[in-house]
């Protein structure tokens, strides 16, 4: 299961990580979203321990979301470093995703 990432903890959880980060922006409501999802947590768990995956309720979160500029959700941002490196807006396959997240390790 992807880790839950809120206004709280992102600078600890993202910003602060010594491995690169996958983060999943989205909302209950979107419909795109709920196709990423499962994707995302089964990303977590085949990157346990190279890297970090969580996501973010914009809904929950509003501070996170304005930072970062998200206007569509779902939108996946890369992290390495506590700086952005790579994005994906909308739904893509797991593969696509995998790909960029292979590339910060």
């Known amino acids: 299961m992807a880790l839950e990432i809120t ?7 993202v910003l ?9 922006f989205w909302a209950e409501w979107c419909g795109p979203c709920r196709m990423v999802g499962p ?5 977590s768990k085949e990157y346990e321990g190279k890297a970090v995956v ?4 914009v809904d929950n979160n509003p501070q ?6 998200i206007r ?8 390495k470093n506590g700086e ?4 994906q807006v909308g739904a893509v396959p797991k593969s696509v995703l995998a790909q960029k997240l ?4």
């Not at 602060?16 to 999943?24: A, E, Q, T």
């Not at 969580?54 to 309720?57: A, P, Q, R």
């Open 39 to 43: 994707v995302v947590d089964e990303i």
């Open 84 to 87: 952005v490196v790579d994005k």
């Open 54 to 57: 969580g996501k973010v309720n």
């Open 102 to 105: 292979d590339k910060q390790l």
């Open 72 to 79: 569509n959700i779902p939108a996946l941002l890369y992290f």
């Open 64 to 69: 996170i979301s304005t930072q970062f500029g």
């Open 16 to 24: 602060k990580s010594d491995k690169p980060v996958l983060v999943d």
């Open 7 to 13: 206004d709280a903890n992102f600078e600890e959880v």
